[in-house]
């Protein structure tokens, strides 16, 4: 199994909900990482989790919340999002952090905020 | 100075020629550099990943790193028309308080004309 997978394919949300996007994997990668990807932009790195613990995050404003409740799950809560917010949220996955590990990109999640 | 940088053309190419992909990069000391697939709509595919100096190939794809020039490339021979997509550069580098990031360039818009 290779692959990164991701619910819902698509979202729309209004300011004042609370929704959450899930991210799993069943390579036995240890590395999880949460990347937003604007229109005709490339994929900005928000969050990566190592070993379940959170490593890096982007200075991503905190209505983003993510978690890694074990090695194959990851989610991330959103609440009070804002119309900016709107965009494909991508999950990928790495064997580890380091630099000579490839990232594998699940569909992703279409999110649109009202 | 773009710590990636791709022409975003397109870059248009007849059918069954050869198309060439090129990316540039800031930092000197990144050490592994990827090259991506993304169809409209859909999410980042990897295609190749090259660590070392010199070419690697695999099937119709050839990564190319000259990291003395700070350049990475990637020839699509006999391209296909199902080649026809934004393609992906990306950088890995180590980060300030651990960890590595995978920056990416904005892409460069390929055509396969029949």
């Known amino acids: 199994d290779t692959e990164v997978t991701q619910t819902p394919k698509h979202l729309v949300m209004g300011m004042t909900n609370k929704k959450s996007l899930k991210c799993e994997q069943h390579m036995g990668h240890r590395a999880m990482y949460w990347y937003k990807q604007k229109a005709k932009k490339p994929p900005e790195l928000m969050f990566v989790?190592?070993?379940?613990?959170?490593?890096i995050n982007e200075s991503v404003p905190s209505r983003f919340s993510p978690e890694c409740p074990n090695s194959s799950l990851l989610n991330l809560h959103l609440h009070a999002l804002q119309p900016e917010d709107s965009a494909l949220y991508l999950c990928?996955?790495?064997?580890?952090?380091?630099?000579?590990?490839?990232?594998?990109f699940g569909p992703g999640t279409r999110l649109t905020v009202l | 100075q773009k710590e990636v940088e791709q022409n975003s053309g397109p870059l248009s190419v007849p059918e069954g020629a050869i198309a060439s992909l090129n990316c540039t990069y800031s930092d000197r000391v990144s050490q592994s550099f990827f090259w991506y697939r993304q169809y409209s709509g859909k999410s980042p595919e990897l295609i190749m990943s090259?660590?070392?100096?010199g070419d690697k190939e695999d099937g119709r794809f050839t990564a190319q790193l000259n990291k003395a020039s700070q350049y990475v490339s990637l020839l699509i021979r006999d391209s296909q028309p199902s080649d026809s997509a934004t393609y992906l550069c990306a950088v890995n580098r180590a980060v300030t308080g651990g960890g590595n990031k995978l920056t990416f360039g904005t892409g460069t818009q390929l055509k396969v004309e029949l």
């Open positions: 989790y190592s070993y379940e613990k959170l490593s």
């Open positions: 090259i660590y070392s100096n």
């Open positions: 990928a996955s790495s064997q580890r952090t380091g630099p000579y590990n490839e990232q594998f």
